[in-house]
């Protein structure tokens, strides 16, 4: 079996997880595969990483502003990623990115396709209406509408995000399959001294709900003289709230260390997970905090709920809902019999249903749908 990976990733972040879990669930089975990324992605891990096992690598021109247009994409899809196809031959195309207005264009290349799509459309609709309006025009609905097909289909990380992207983008459900994101063991430490530190790791940026965060993380220090509140993950929210911190001079009680790549010692010494997201399609770093026994509090947002089962593995509460998690993450931090009670039940649930194995058995299966 040959596959093309066509992706598009951050420099950090869920869809970069998510590209070489994928390269490695393929060489672990021997799948032959190729990579298509533009220009400005071809990074050293990248190309290292590729070099080092033999993969292929076919790049592209980068896209332009334009390009990002759900009509224009299809032009540029087509003859960027037919080039790579004519010359592979691949048996499967897969594309991997977080931008769910473009990539119509594989759907006219005359190969068995996936297509990931890693969130739902709502973070950046509200924030462009004219994308909004040019996603729900009746052109671009019906290509959505009738260009999948059994050998040609959709899969998303959660049944909430299934749902938004069948409603904003026209998919029909029968094409969208949920196959929830997982970790793997080197996310897991089996440190069992814990500190009473509140974890979060993730982008920080407005749709995480930092504001919120904030609040609860001044309420709970001010209601517990040992806790800490650590925020790891870059985000164009950085900068201001390292500067509301200094500002309340709080920088030893409350912490944006930015991106790290030591994220696993964090788990090992945190008591609690905290995120408090406006927007989520899944939460990848909920599910690694359960794996590594930790309580999760988290919003009622998106496909959260999927993850944290509330009373059991951890709490839920509505984003703006700040009294509501302040009262949760203190009376996590007071009882420790509750804590490890729900960290237990989260480790649980998290080998049960969203371990690496799991994840690889439903995309193993599909692939053999598609390849037969």
């Known amino acids: 079996m040959k596959i093309l990976l066509i992706a598009d990733y951050g420099a950090t972040g869920g869809t970069r997880k998510f590209f070489f879990m994928l390269l490695k669930l393929h060489l672990r089975n021997k799948i032959h595969t ?12 990248v190309m290292e990483f590729c070099h080092k096992h033999g993969i292929p690598v076919f790049q592209m021109l980068d896209r332009t502003p334009s390009d990002f247009h759900p009509y224009y994409s299809i032009r540029y899809e087509i003859k960027q990623y037919a080039k790579a196809v004519q010359e592979y031959n691949p048996d499967i195309i897969i594309v991997s990115d977080g931008n769910n207005a473009v990539n119509l264009g ?5 190969k068995p396709l996936l297509v990931w799509l890693h969130g739902y459309p709502m973070s950046w609709l509200h924030d462009h209406p004219i994308t909004q309006s040019r996603l729900k025009s009746s052109g671009i609905r019906l290509l959505r509408r009738f260009t999948p097909t059994r050998k ?7 049944n909430y995000s299934a749902e938004k992207n069948h409603q904003n983008l026209g ?6 399959q949920v196959i929830y994101n997982s970790f793997d063991d080197n996310i897991c430490n089996d440190q069992v ?6 974890l979060t790791a993730s982008h920080v940026v407005d749709y995480k709900n930092p504001d919120v965060w904030l609040a609860v993380a001044q309420n709970v220090v001010s209601a517990n003289k040992s806790v800490k509140f650590i925020w790891l ?3 164009s929210k950085l900068d201001d709230m390292r500067k509301v911190v200094t500002a309340e001079k709080l920088e030893d009680r409350i912490q944006f260390l930015g991106h790290r790549s030591d994220v696993k010692t964090f788990y090992g010494r945190s008591m609690i997970y905290f995120q408090p997201s406006l927007i989520e399609s899944f939460g990848l770093s909920i599910v690694e905090a359960m794996a ?3 309580p999760c509090v988290v919003s009622n947002a998106g496909g959260l709920p999927e993850s944290v089962i509330d009373g059991e593995t951890g709490f839920i509460a ?4 700040v009294s509501q998690f302040s009262q949760y993450i203190v009376r996590l931090l007071n009882q420790q019999e509750l804590r490890e009670k729900m960290g237990t039940a989260g480790k649980k649930r998290a080998f049960q249903y969203f371990y690496e194995s799991v994840q690889e058995k439903n995309i193993l299966t599909i692939y053999k749908q598609l390849y037969h």
Do not use: C, M, W
């Open 292 to 294: 590594n026994g930790i």
């Open 193 to 198: 001294q814990k500190e009473p530190i509140v």
């Open 171 to 176: 998919i029909p459900k029968r094409y969208i």
């Open 106 to 110: 594989a759907f006219f290349l005359k």
């Open 34 to 45: 190729a990579i298509l990324i533009q220009h400005n992605q071809a990074d050293n891990e």
């Open 318 to 321: 509505h984003p703006d809902n």
């Open 233 to 235: 993950g870059d985000g």
């Open 152 to 158: 040609k289909k959709y899969i998303t990380v959660s």
